[in-house]
């Protein structure tokens, strides 16, 4: 078999394997259940305005046409996610050939980059890692277009994605911290910095995301505050634990031997056709360590979330495709050993990421796991919260027109969709603070129209008969809801009604 064939054969492989990563990704966009934080979203873009106390607002923009064209479901709501994946695979393609010039370095990008679990479980999830995803991969195309091209044009398109991945999510600003780096330490990147073109993409960033600074100053700068002491916060626990939380969390999110291939392959770049010194290199090794490094100094002090350096695995992903060119085609002959080894680990990544999703597959190959809470858990039995309050509601004769109180903003959000309607919902007052908060303090709730409250408990123990939420009174419960989840944890959603007022002695 002549090199040309292999390579062909080796592509369709990719092809095939990639196709059944989007099948299985698109089974699970039809058969989970909305995550609280995507009905938050929701309700979000059910309520426009110029940022929210979490995030900046891109994300709500992006759902609010799907759900106003195909209603107000999961599946409609999940669009941005979809379309940002399949997107961004072609960009990863795009972008590989653009820098590489080899089909099959394209190809395994591809690969590498749909084979990570984090993007695997963003194909359901829609989050306001979607729009940094997908404007991430634009803002660096078209610098790196702009750069070995000389082009302005290029620049201003830059700039615009830039802008609107900072309206999708805070930590975008490494794009800008990434770019200006690359420029600095490349010599074609300096000869850059002396042009209009990067100074006029910075401008047109900022311009874009001015209404969420405006939106910040005119409350008291509250989302920047809580992102910042959300992501430095002292903790007690031990930095060496802290940082080893981190660092654990990038090998689930990418899987062990990805990570460690991408740190290889980051060190030497000239070993995969990449010029010493050149933009490229810089742009692609610096993308990919600036997040990892920023984040992980700060996981000393602090419990660090595993999406948070989500932006490295972009240009990581460039890095590890032409590394494993080299590494498949070292004399430009196929490995076929390594070939193997790279379709299981694409394999292992699939099955690894849908036994977290379904995790009821393994009991029909007689595998039965323990028990484990994981974010998918969130999803089980709100059909049946929402047939509860159903019942609850119509029983009551103000229910058509109260409000339900959630016992976070989360449980509220879910509520909302529950109900199809975002203003039926508010959060406890003993909820931790989130844009629910600024809205009730804007427009308080009247206790008098609250007629229903529901709270979830991960175990009995802390099952109550009553709560007292301050200002709204005493509430009873009148209903509870036991549900056995399909990864064998148990979850109870008690319902809660307000007392009648005693009233005061004559």
């Known amino acids: 078999m002549n090199q040309s064939t292999a390579s062909r054969q080796f592509s369709l492989w990719i092809a095939f394997l990639v196709a059944i990563g989007l099948l299985a990704n698109s089974y699970a966009w039809f058969n989970i259940g909305a995550l609280p934080d995507e009905a938050y979203y929701w309700v979000w873009s059910q309520r426009m305005q110029w940022s929210y106390f979490d995030h900046p607002p891109l994300i709500a923009c992006l759902i609010r046409p799907f759900t106003e064209l195909f209603g107000n479901n999961i599946a409609a709501i999940r669009i941005p996610a979809v379309v940002t994946w399949l997107v961004s695979c072609w960009l990863a393609w795009l972008f590989a050939w653009r820098i590489y010039r080899q089909q099959r370095v394209a ?13 695997q479980a963003g194909f359901h999830v829609v989050t306001p890692d979607i729009p ?21 044009r290029c620049w201003l398109l830059a700039g615009i994605c830039a802008g609107l991945a900072l309206l999708g999510k805070y930590p975008a600003i490494l794009l800008l911290g990434t770019v200006f780096i690359a420029l ?32 910040n100053y005119q409350h008291d700068w509250i989302s920047f505050a809580f992102q910042f002491g959300h ?62 490094l920023l984040f992980g100094v700060a996981g000393l002090s602090a419990e660090a979330e595993a999406n948070w350096p989500l932006l490295a695995y972009l240009p990581g992903s460039l890095l590890l495709a032409g590394a494993l060119n080299r590494w498949l085609y070292p004399d430009g002959k196929q490995r076929n050993g390594l070939v193997a080894i790279v379709i299981a680990a694409y394999l292992v990544s699939l099955l690894l990421v849908n036994t977290i999703r379904f995790p ?12 484990q809470r994981t974010q998918i858990s969130q999803t089980y039995g709100w059909p049946e919260v929402g047939q509860e309050v159903e019942r609850l509601l119509a029983a009551n004769p103000q229910g058509h027109r109260c409000k339900v109180v959630g016992a976070s903003h989360q449980e ?59 200002g709204w009174g005493k509430w009873r419960r009148v209903s509870l809801l036991k549900l056995d989840n399909p990864d064998l944890t148990t979850r109870w959603f008690g319902f809660f009604v307000p007392e009648p007022e005693t009233p005061a002695p004559s």
Request: charged share 10%; proline share 7%.
């Open 184 to 215: 600095l330490f490349s010599s074609e990147g300096r000869r850059e910095l002396f042009s209009r073109g990067p100074w006029l993409a910075a401008a047109v960033a900022a311009l874009l995301f001015f209404p969420v600074v405006l939106w």
């Open 412 to 470: 509220a959000a879910m509520l909302a969709l529950l109900l199809g309607n975002a203003g039926r919902a508010v959060a406890s007052p003993h909820a931790r603070i989130s844009q629910y908060t600024l809205w009730q303090q804007e427009t308080p709730p009247d206790p008098g129209r609250l007629c229903l409250y529901v709270e979830q408990f991960d175990r009995p123990g802390r099952i109550r008969d009553e709560v007292v939420l301050d």
């Open 231 to 292: 992501g430095v916060q002292q903790q007690i626990t031990a930095p060496w634990r802290l940082f080893s939380l981190f660092l654990g969390g990038q090998l689930g999110v990418v899987l062990p031997w990805t990570f460690v291939a991408m740190v290889y392959a980051s060190l030497r770049t000239s070993r995969w056709g990449l010029p010493a010194g050149s933009f490229s290199v810089h742009l692609l090794v610096t993308g990919f360590w600036l997040p990892l």
């Open 360 to 371: 009821w597959w393994l009991e029909y190959a007689g595998v039965q796991l323990p028990p």
């Open 132 to 152: 940094l995803i997908l404007f991430a991969w634009l803002s660096y195309y078209f610098c790196w277009r702009a750069v070995t091209s000389r082009s302005t």
């Open 107 to 119: 190809a395994l990008a591809v690969l590498v980059w749909s084979s990570l679990p984090i993007v």
